[in-house]
């Protein structure tokens, strides 16, 4: 049975103005050493959940945090009150299997397995695909997500697939 460990570090909560000014380090090659990628979590009203509800998970790695939250500011939360969004940036763990060597490839593929895991297991409604998707394991039979920092309402760790089959 191998398990697998992904540490996420949070921090939050931000208004989408801070996002868009101020999380724009893209890094350089051949180091890529930018601090702006990794996941996040919107919350906000929803008409049916009401305030604080977690709305939104999303993923960036070829753009930074502030490009993203550019577009959905146009797109995504056109409609919604701007000034009772709040936004959690979460940071996977600075660790030597992520590097250019492999093109990042250990990178996207655990910030897709963050995402999906999520996903899975919140059920933002803003988020259409991936809700019935069971999270791709890859080679392991369980991996958890070490929450660090300010989490927003995320348990301390999310572990897959136990998780989900507790109710089973």
């Known amino acids: ?59 960036v790695a070829k753009e930074t945090f502030s490009e993203r939250f550019r577009e959905h500011k146009v797109n995504l939360l056109k409609d919604d009150n701007l000034d009772k969004i709040k936004i959690y940036l979460g940071r996977l763990q600075n660790t030597p299997k992520y590097n250019p060597k492999d093109e990042w490839e250990m990178y996207y593929r655990d910030e897709d397995i963050v995402e999906s895991i999520l996903i899975y297991k919140y059920l933002p409604p803003y988020n259409g695909s991936r809700k019935g998707d069971y999270p791709n394991l890859y080679q392991y039979t369980e991996i958890k997500l070490a929450h660090k920092g300010d989490k927003g309402r995320l348990e301390l760790e999310d572990i897959a697939p136990s998780d989900y089959l507790k109710g089973e």
Not at 14 to 38: C, F, H, M, Q
Request: net charge negative; glycine share 14%.
């Open 1 to 59: 049975m191998e398990k697998y460990i992904i540490e996420i570090n949070w921090e939050g909560f931000l208004n989408i103005e801070e996002v868009i000014r101020g999380k724009n380090s893209a890094g350089r090659e051949p180091d890529w050493l930018g601090r702006d990628y990794g996941v996040y979590q919107i919350y906000g009203h929803h008409i049916l959940c009401g305030d604080d509800t977690l709305l939104y998970v999303g993923q």
